[in-house]
Each structure stands twice: as structure tokens, then as C-alpha cells.
């Protein structure tokens, strides 16, 4: 089953009229997340909704089956259940009769907001909304999960990238001076191939900080361990961003 999480974004303008945004991100088993966003003129928020549902449709993999997230009940109404506002009945067809010519088997249900690929949608319509793009990030790319239990001695770090999934379990040392949430987030870089952009999700504030600016460590062998390790990613065109703080 493909994943489509949609959001939109809409502003009234002068003389009644409205420029809306819409955005997804688009999920295929064995594959990173793909990111989708544009532009449109629309009357309200709702029909700029319908969109980002529409243009999910065009985007999934035709024949297959496609859950798409939102956290719009009209939406849901009109193409879950085709029991939505009259105004949107036109355009929930328009979705209806274009996922039956792909052969997408759809399904509407509800997402909240704060769910991360929901935030990153609504990210997405937002931007497009003001006429921004995000940039697709180039190269390979991979995702990466810290996961860290207080008084555990050990970090489950879970790198995935396309085809493949590396777990690892890292000790840490209590007694380093590299705070442990530190060298957890170092294991996980250490994961990474040459030219690589990571996205961490879930490193601590603390980590995230010190691996900005490792002079920020307040003993000498943490800030000497850090500095190295941004030395060797650099080197190797490793490229690190943060989504999320624990």
C-alpha cells in the first residue's frame, strides 16, 4: 500500500478571490519519502485540499492501492464517503474519475497535523502558497533514527536509504566526555556513505547543538571528538540535517 499525506494552504486576496498552495509527501514501500507542492487559484481553503488529494492520485504508482492522510473532514466526507459540501462535489469526482482511469484503489481517512509527514506537507502548501519552492535535496539521500531510553546503557540507531536498512545498537560510554545522546548521533553519522545527506530524526537538543558548534563542549575531549568527526564528514561530502527534537 503507497501513503500519500496532503495539506493545503489558502490566502483570500483583493476582490473575493484566493491563491492557494497544496503539498504532499508520497510514501512507496522500499523507497524515501518524495515531497510534491504547487500553486493554484481557489475559492477556499477546502478546494485547495481536494487538490493536493487530486494531484496525490496523479503522483502514486498507477494500479495500486494509495491511503492518503489528511486532517480535513470535508475532504474526507466528499471522497471517502461522497457525502461532502455541495460546493466540492464537482472536484471530488474530478479525484474519483481520475483515480479509477489509474486504477488506484483509494482510501481517505484522518491524520492530525503534527504527524511528521503531515507537517512536512503543510510545510510544502505553505510555501507553494507564497510562491516559494523547496528545493529537492540532490544526491543520495538517507533517513536516520536515533532511539534512546534514559538510564539504557545503549542507542538503537536505524539508518534507511532505497532498497536497504541498517540497524545498529551502540554502547555508550558513561564515563566519555561526549554526552551519550552525542555519541549516538556520531555512531549514526559514522553509517553514512561518501556524498550522503542524512536526515536525523530524533537527536537531542544537546547533540544537535554540539554537532553545529562542537566548541560549544565544555571538556577538551568532547570538543576534539566532535570537531573530528565534522573534520571526516565534511571531508566525505556527508551532509547532516535535523527533523525533530527529543
Same mark, same amino acid.
Given at each position: 500500500?503507497?501513503? +500519500?499525506?496532503?495539506?493545503?494552504?489558502?490566502?483570500?486576496?483583493?476582490?473575493?478571490?484566493?491563491?492557494?498552495?497544496?503539498?504532499?509527501?508520497?510514501?512507496?514501500?522500499?523507497?524515501?519519502?518524495?515531497?510534491?507542492?504547487?500553486?493554484?487559484?481557489?475559492?477556499?481553503?477546502?478546494?485547495?485540499?481536494?487538490?493536493?488529494?487530486?494531484?496525490?492520485?496523479?503522483?502514486?504508482?498507477?494500479?495500486?492501492?494509495?491511503?492518503?492522510?489528511?486532517?480535513?473532514?470535508?475532504?474526507?466526507?466528499?471522497?471517502?464517503?461522497?457525502?461532502? %459540501?455541495?460546493?466540492?462535489? !464537482?472536484?471530488?469526482?474530478?479525484?474519483?474519475?481520475?483515480?479509477?482511469?489509474?486504477?488506484?484503489?483509494?482510501?481517505?481517512?484522518?491524520?492530525?497535523?503534527?504527524?511528521?509527514?503531515?507537517?512536512?506537507?503543510? !510545510?510544502?502548501?505553505?510555501?507553494?502558497?507564497?510562491?516559494?519552492?523547496?528545493?529537492?535535496?540532490?544526491?543520495?539521500?538517507?533517513?536516520?533514527?536515533?532511539?534512546?531510553?534514559?538510564?539504557? %546503557?545503549?542507542?538503537?540507531?536505524?539508518?534507511?536509504?532505497?532498497?536497504?536498512?541498517?540497524?545498529?545498537?551502540?554502547?555508550?560510554? %558513561?564515563?566519555?566526555?561526549? %554526552?551519550?545522546?552525542?555519541?549516538?548521533?556520531?555512531?549514526?553519522?559514522?553509517?553514512?556513505?561518501?556524498?550522503?545527506?542524512?536526515?536525523?530524526?530524533?537527536?537531542?537538543?544537546?547533540?544537535?547543538?554540539?554537532?553545529?558548534?562542537?566548541?560549544? +563542549?565544555?571538556?577538551?575531549?568532547?570538543?576534539?571528538?566532535?570537531?573530528? +568527526?565534522?573534520?571526516?564528514? !565534511?571531508?566525505?561530502?556527508?551532509?547532516?540535517?535535523?527533523?525533530?527534537?527529543?
Amino acid at each position: 500500500m503507497n501513503h +500519500a499525506y496532503v495539506d493545503a494552504s489558502w490566502h483570500e486576496t483583493e476582490g473575493g478571490h484566493g491563491v492557494g498552495g497544496w503539498g504532499l509527501i508520497l510514501l512507496r514501500p522500499g523507497t524515501l519519502p518524495v515531497g510534491y507542492q504547487g500553486q493554484m487559484a481557489a475559492p477556499d481553503n477546502n478546494a485547495a485540499e481536494l487538490r493536493a488529494v487530486l494531484e496525490a492520485v496523479r503522483h502514486a504508482p498507477p494500479g495500486e492501492g494509495l491511503s492518503v492522510h489528511t486532517d480535513n473532514e470535508a475532504v474526507i466526507a466528499s471522497v471517502g464517503r461522497g457525502r461532502g %459540501p455541495w460546493l466540492l462535489a !464537482d472536484l471530488a469526482r474530478e479525484v474519483m474519475d481520475e483515480a479509477e482511469a489509474r486504477g488506484v484503489a483509494l482510501r481517505v481517512g484522518y491524520t492530525p497535523r503534527t504527524r511528521r509527514h503531515m507537517l512536512s506537507a503543510h !510545510d510544502l502548501a505553505n510555501a507553494a502558497r507564497r510562491g516559494l519552492s523547496v528545493p529537492a535535496l540532490e544526491g543520495p539521500q538517507a533517513e536516520v533514527l536515533i532511539e534512546q531510553r534514559p538510564a539504557v %546503557p545503549e542507542a538503537r540507531v536505524s539508518l534507511r536509504r532505497p532498497g536497504e536498512r541498517v540497524t545498529a545498537h551502540v554502547p555508550l560510554d %558513561p564515563l566519555s566526555d561526549v %554526552p551519550p545522546s552525542a555519541q549516538a548521533l556520531l555512531a549514526a553519522i559514522t553509517l553514512a556513505r561518501p556524498g550522503e545527506h542524512l536526515t536525523v530524526r530524533r537527536a537531542s537538543k544537546l547533540a544537535q547543538a554540539l554537532w553545529q558548534r562542537p566548541e560549544r +563542549a565544555l571538556l577538551p575531549g568532547a570538543h576534539s571528538a566532535l570537531a573530528q +568527526a565534522r573534520q571526516a564528514a !565534511d571531508g566525505q561530502g556527508v551532509e547532516v540535517q535535523f527533523q525533530g527534537m527529543a
